[in-house]
C-alpha cells in the first residue's frame, strides 16, 4: 500500500479528489446545520438528485453547448495555426498584424456578441464566431512564440547546410513550436467554453438559445437554484474533461522526446 500511496500519479488523481469529497462534505454540513433554503444555495445532494432528475433537459442543452465549443475551438486552432505561419515570414508582417491580434483578445465578447447575433442571421454560427474570437489569441500567441524560439545554432545548421525555408519550417521550427502550441491548446479549450458560454447569455437575454447557459437563465427566472447549480456544475466538468483531454494530447505527442512531458 505504502508505495500507491508515494506513487507520484496516484497521489496527482487522489489529492484533488479527496479535496473535492471533503469540500462536499462540508458544504453538506453546512448547508444541513444552518437549515439554509435551497432557493440561496442547494446541499450538493440536492444538485445532484436535480442533475438526474432533469437529465433530459440538461444533457440537450450540453450538446448545444458542445457543439458551439468544439465548432470554436477547431476554427481557432486552423485560423491561430494559419495566422501564426504567416507571422513568421516577416517581422514586418508580424509587427503590422500582431496588434490587431491583441485588439480581438482585450475586447469584451460581452460587449460585441451583441452586435455578432444582430449582423449573423444564424444563432449557432453567431455563437461559434464569438466563442472563436475569445479563443483564437493564445493559440496565435503560443505558436507563434514557439515558432520563433528556435535554437539559434540549429538554425545557422541549417543554413550551412543551405535548408529551404519550407525544410527550415518542417524540420526546425514545427518541432521547436510543438510545446507552445499544447501550452496554447490548454488555454484556448477553456477559452473557447467560456465564449460559448457567454454567447449563449447574450443570446439567451434575446429570446433565443437552447445550451446551458440559457438554463442557467431560465432557471434563474424561476429561482430554480439547484437547476442551476447542475448546469454550472455541468459547464465546469466540461471545462475540467477539456483541459484533461489537452494534456493528454499533449504527452502523447511530446513524451517521447521532450522533457517538459518526461517523468
Known amino acids: 500500500m505504502t508505495p500507491l500511496i508515494t506513487n507520484p500519479r496516484f497521489l496527482r488523481v487522489a489529492a484533488p479528489l479527496?479535496?473535492?469529497?471533503?469540500?462536499?462534505?462540508?458544504?453538506?454540513?453546512?448547508?444541513?446545520?444552518l437549515?439554509?433554503?435551497?432557493?440561496?444555495?442547494?446541499?450538493?445532494?440536492?444538485?445532484?438528485k436535480t442533475l438526474v432528475g432533469d437529465w433530459g433537459l440538461l444533457s440537450d442543452a450540453l450538446l448545444v453547448t458542445l457543439k458551439i465549443t468544439f465548432l470554436a475551438f477547431a476554427l481557432s486552432v486552423l485560423l491561430?495555426?494559419?495566422?501564426?505561419?504567416?507571422?513568421?515570414?516577416s517581422r514586418f508582417i508580424e509587427v503590422s498584424l500582431f496588434p490587431y491580434a491583441i485588439?480581438?483578445?482585450?475586447?469584451?465578447?460581452?460587449?460585441?456578441?451583441?452586435?455578432?447575433?444582430?449582423?449573423?442571421?444564424?444563432?449557432t454560427f453567431a455563437l461559434v464566431?464569438?466563442?472563436?474570437?475569445?479563443?483564437?489569441?493564445?493559440?496565435?500567441?503560443?505558436?507563434?512564440?514557439?515558432?520563433?524560439?528556435?535554437?539559434?545554432?540549429?538554425?545557422?545548421?541549417?543554413?550551412?547546410?543551405?535548408?529551404?525555408?519550407?525544410?527550415?519550417?518542417?524540420?526546425l521550427r514545427i518541432p521547436s513550436a510543438l510545446p507552445y502550441f499544447f501550452g496554447g491548446l490548454r488555454i484556448s479549450s477553456g477559452l473557447a467554453l467560456i465564449g460559448a458560454v457567454v454567447a449563449e447569455f447574450v443570446a439567451g437575454t434575446g429570446g433565443t438559445?437552447?445550451?446551458?447557459?440559457?438554463?442557467?437563465?431560465?432557471?434563474?427566472?424561476q429561482l430554480n437554484i439547484p437547476r442551476l447549480f447542475a448546469a454550472l456544475f455541468l459547464i465546469t466538468m466540461t471545462g475540467i474533461v477539456l483541459f484533461l483531454a489537452m494534456m493528454v494530447l499533449s504527452r502523447m505527442a511530446l513524451a517521447g522526446w521532450h522533457e517538459s512531458e518526461q517523468g
Open 209 to 221: 438559445g437552447s445550451g446551458l447557459a440559457y438554463q442557467i437563465l431560465q432557471a434563474g427566472f
Open 129 to 171: 464566431i464569438c466563442a472563436t474570437i475569445m479563443a483564437l489569441f493564445p493559440i496565435i500567441s503560443n505558436t507563434t512564440l514557439g515558432l520563433r524560439s528556435v535554437n539559434p545554432g540549429l538554425l545557422n545548421l541549417f543554413k550551412l547546410n543551405k535548408a529551404s525555408r519550407w525544410q527550415t519550417l518542417r524540420r
Open 35 to 48: 437549515e439554509v433554503p435551497a432557493y440561496l444555495v442547494p446541499t450538493p445532494w440536492l444538485i445532484a
Open 80 to 89: 491561430g495555426v494559419a495566422i501564426a505561419f504567416l507571422f513568421v515570414q
Open 18 to 33: 479527496l479535496i473535492g469529497v471533503l469540500l462536499l462534505l462540508v458544504w453538506q454540513m453546512l448547508c444541513t446545520v
Open 103 to 123: 485588439i480581438l483578445q482585450v475586447t469584451p465578447i460581452v460587449a460585441i456578441a451583441p452586435l455578432i447575433i444582430i449582423w449573423v442571421k444564424e444563432p
